[in-house]
């Protein structure tokens, strides 16, 4: 043996990163629920008469239109490596905010455009509230949303008042069934949402910094990236799309109602989940979501055309975002790997 | 001559009561590789991150190309052209390598908030090719290999400087993650580096350090106590300065072998032990007070072996019989209470639980008997274990993640080698990235270990550790074992090229 310990005739240093298992995982996070779309799609078509029509199709682009505001907003979020429970409580009090702004039968207002704009604003302002008290005061994103939700909820309450304001606005009553271009206009809402985001993850310095601070927080601080500042963007965006969602489910109703956005909160964390964006950040995005989306409303649709029991649909929902998730997890099985 | 790129002038830094860096006066020339080295605490670390603009200097100056500067923030050391690559890799892997390089200063590569990918890419393969790295600037950074990322990130520490400015890099144990033939090509961008700049080489390693510097400086307890050109020093002086001490005595610690009884019950005997497209017809004893050393490359199985045991990881076929007990429940917690210690070779990820203070590191596997754990018995067995172990800071309620690599190893391994019952120590590289001090400490410790009749089977760093350290030695290539140095004399031993032989 040579004399110096510290000479080294060969390294046999192991290297922990293998890629093989990561490209396996990326493609079945990109690939993977497209599959599961199609065979959902697929298997209705086959088993279910009345499931393959234009009119369905449709219908179910229609219903996915205003989870699709949401969970683009949602994404975002996840992206960064947060999560915004806030949707159904902003939507409340941003479709009662509308409602009472706009000309209705409980005050004099009129405001028209304006109230759509100021609805979402409020949004906005839910979404700057939840960014700031979870990056100044350091509140994890989950305990703030969870927070705003119900503050969202008392004030959309309060709003509400003894009698259930109602929209007299003829414009936007005339939204709700109307179309623009031959596209029912809550559709065109969501396909202007839905591209929008997806340039906006691809193309711009706040989608791109969002994947950054989804990747390593630390790292993406060290290089000069404002996290704080982005982050707050982010949520106000997320918000703001909440706002969008809350107005437009409104308008479809024709009332103002406190729980507006019930069970959409599920709907677009799941469709999140589900797409393949991962809720650790960094990975995933909006057209991930768009599958996402579309693999719950169709599940939905085919599940009610089928006549199933409207409990097991619900079950059947649970049931494919356990699956889904267990199948992205899968290469990455490892006895020692920590699950939270 | 023109004035130096780099110079240090009596530069010192205290943390409070310690005085980290003390009257360090240091040149770095233009085309000029300059090694540093020092045990983990002789300022190293200190030096480098006052370097990229994290710490201050209480006394002395910063002088680049002759002109006192303050480096007051990261942003600003990278502009005046000091780029630090750092040990931990500070890459996000979910971006595009672009992306990564500019990150934080794409300049006109964004206009109105949006990326002009074409000049994105543009600017980054200009960075690329300063370090002659041929990695595409639009892959996913995390399809690269470690080499390839490391290369990225020397392009970064060398992209991010203001144009004109002569580039300094400072590498922070590149070679320490990588394989021997990424470190050649490592070693050819150094070079490539240094025909536009110069660069600081941080190592543990002297042999390279050697190889790779032009001067070498030598940090001991925060004081620079040698500066040696590379062709008049060897790795022996080197060590000599930055010990104090001579080095050739038992590194290893081997007059303290004393070789096993063969007849005596193997603590741990492994047969036949299979799994799918990983390695097959693994057989081997370990006697009481035993170290088996595991060799081979990556790729081998041995990891996986050392795992399968561990019950972190199944295997198909093969028993693991463990004191004449068959193992039956295969999970790491039947098998921590059968006796089995694993250290990880992933102390950060896998080894320690960092923000959680020294004692209830110490204390996390075995807290006491009964579900209570009273703090006031696990300071008393952490203190105990720091003692022995001399862990520094003594002070067991400071913050695990604070402690330098070694002494957060020291903690990992008092962890298990507390209980009175442990039979078998699994060492996944324990000494990887130490320094010689703390490599000594943790060999004495497993010398300690083998009177104690533990058997320890040993996944080295190194071949030499390996042999160092081992009675037996054993060879895996491609899943198979491909040879066996059983029960060997300490003058017995295998000599590296005939493991080498086998492994390749």
Known sequence: ?340 | MTAPLLELRNVTKRFGATTALDDVSITVHQHEVVGLIGENGAGKSTLLKMLAGLHRPDGGQVLLSGDPVDLGSPARAARLGIGVVHQEQSLLPNLRVAENLLLGHEGDALRAGFFRRKRLEAAAAEALATVESKVSPASLTEDLTFAERQMVEVARAVASRRPGRPPLVVLDEPTSVLEAEDVAVLKRQVMALREVGSVIFVSHRLDEVLDFSDRVYVLRDGKVVGERTSQDATEADLFRMMIGRDSSAGFYDEGRQRPADPDAVPVLSVKDLSRRGQYSGVSFDIRPGEVLGLVGVIGSGREQVSRAIFGAEPHDEGSIVLDGQPLRLRTPAAAVRSGIAYVPAERRVEGMVGGATVAENIALVHPGRGPVVLPARRRVVAQEWAERLDIRPRDTAADMARLSGGNQQKAALARWVLADDLRLLILDHPTRGLDIGAKEDLYKLFRDLCERGIGILLLADTLDEAIGMSHSVIVMKDGQVTARFENTAVDGKPQPIQLLEKMM
């Open chain 1, 1 to 340: 043996m040579s004399a110096t310990p510290v000479h080294d005739v060969a390294t046999l240093e192991q290297q922990s990163t293998v890629s093989r298992p990561k490209n396996n995982r990326r493609l079945l996070l990109s690939a993977g629920p497209a599959v599961a779309l199609v065979v959902l799609a697929v298997a209705f078509a086959v088993l279910t008469p009345g499931f393959a029509t234009v009119n369905n199709a449709r219908a179910i682009v229609e219903q996915a239109s205003i989870p699709l505001v949401l969970a683009m907003g949602s994404t975002l979020v996840v992206l960064l490596g947060s999560v915004d429970l806030s949707v159904e409580g902003v939507m409340a009090a941003c479709g009662l905010t509308f409602v009472l702004l706009a000309s209705n039968n409980r005050n004099d207002n009129d405001l028209g455009w304006l109230a759509f704009v100021i609805a979402i604003g409020v949004g906005a302002v839910f979404g700057v509230v939840n960014g700031l008290i979870h990056t100044r005061i350091r509140v994890p994103s989950f305990m703030v949303t969870l927070g705003t939700w119900f503050i969202g909820l008392g004030m959309a309450t309060v709003l509400f008042g003894t009698t259930t304001p109602q929209l007299q606005d003829q414009t936007f009553r005339a939204w709700a069934g109307g179309r623009w271009l031959g596209v029912p206009v809550v559709i065109v809402f969501a396909a202007l949402v839905t591209v929008g985001a997806f340039v906006v993850c691809r193309y711009s310095k706040l989608g791109r910094y969002t994947y950054a601070i989804g990747g390593d927080e630390a790292v993406s601080r060290v290089a000069g990236i404002p996290v704080n500042r982005f982050k707050v963007i982010v949520f106000c965006l997320a918000g703001a799309l909440s706002g969008l969602g809350g107005v437009l489910a409104t308008i479809r109703l024709g009332v103002g109602d406190v729980s507006v956005g019930s069970g959409q909160l599920f709907l677009t964390l799941s469709a999140v989940v589900l797409g393949g964006t991962l809720l650790s950040g960094g990975r995933g995005g909006p057209l991930h979501t768009l599958v996402g989306v579309l693999i719950l409303v169709v599940l939905g649709n085919g599940l009610l055309l089928s006549g199933a029991n409207p409990y097991v649909q619900q079950a059947a929902q649970g049931l494919v975002i356990v699956i889904a998730v267990i199948a992205t997890g899968w290469p990455v099985r490892d006895r020692l790997r920590v699950v939270k």
